[in-house]
């Protein structure tokens, strides 16, 4: 079992920075791949970035790469998503999710484990 908090959103104006944190129980999170994800109103769920176990994989949604870094500390049970060059259509929910398989990381369905969300509003 993974328990996963989220923090770290607020009111931003285009082109600021936030940086989301989710902390996480259990004592197997270096096991768990940790994806970010975001859901506007009235969308779908959105894969934004994903990072691997041991942290030395990721990869991004085409429209968030060069802007944002997610990251991870195993040591203390964080991943963290720095979000830069803000734009008014990052404006979402955002989630942390965490699952043990790699394959499909894209797909919100296949994740066991979620966050409450914390809202992120970019202002134009």
């Known amino acids: 079992q993974v328990q996963l908090v989220e923090s770290g959103g607020g009111l931003v104006q285009a082109g600021g920075s936030l940086r989301l944190s989710c902390a996480a129980s259990g004592r197997t999170f270096s096991t768990y791949r940790i994806t970010w994800f975001r859901q506007a109103p009235g969308k779908d769920r959105e894969f934004v970035a994903t990072?691997?176990?041991?942290?030395?994989?990721?990869d991004y949604l085409a429209s968030v790469k060069g802007r944002f870094t997610i990251s991870r500390d195993n040591a203390k049970n964080t991943a963290a998503l720095q979000m830069n060059s803000l734009k008014a259509e990052d404006t979402a929910v955002y989630y942390c999710a965490a699952r043990f398989s790699n394959d499909q990381y894209y797909q919100p369905a296949l994740y066991n484990y979620w966050g409450q969300g914390t809202q992120v509003t970019v202002s134009s």
């Open positions: 990072i691997n176990g041991n942290g030395a994989l990721s």
